[in-house]
């Protein structure tokens, strides 16, 4: 589980292709690699991969080919930073909201709205996704869990502020970057059921 509290961003110095798998050496910061082993799962970009190696503060993880059929880890390129986040451990504050991540789908990011503290991100995503998306709601951006301000048709935004876009590649995103997104798993629990029971949502609606 993760807390979607991102714990820096780290850097693709390799990666290697085979049929279906790709293997991507990402390096952390020296300070956040203390303890890691073999096996321990680490979420990028909010995708959870297990650890398979690793050569001080490069870390081996492979993505196998469904992995990056359903999210943005097949377009990374060398040289890319990536947000990480180390799984919870019992005990840990959850700053942000509980976190598999299993990423559900991509969005884009279609418009990027700067004023003087803080910046606004409208993202489109699936429509079949948005039943999920609500304003005030929880959801994470390429591992960050961030609250949803508002939401149109297929769209909704994001409110970041200096400390977010400091501390995540947020910071250097581009219009028309693809992102992973999981939604809130108790939202998607309660439409879904609601859904069983005749309530559905129009994934429309504003």
Known sequence: MF???VQG???VVEIHTAPGLNTLVIELPEDKVHGVTIGASVAINGTCMTVTRQEGQQLYFDA???TLRLTTLGQLKIGDTVNFERAARIGDEIGGHLLSGHVHTTAQLAEIIRTEN???LWFEVPENWMKYVFPKGFIAINGASLTV?????NRFNV???PETL???TFGTIEQGQAVNIEVDSQTQTIVDTLARLGYDRPTSAV
């Open 3 to 5: 807390t979607g509290i």
């Open 9 to 11: 961003i780290a850097k």
């Open 64 to 66: 196998m080919q469904e």
């Open 118 to 120: 803080n910046v606004t």
């Open 149 to 153: 301000g508002e939401v149109e048709a």
């Open 159 to 161: 409110y970041l502020i």
């Open 166 to 168: 400091r501390a995540t």
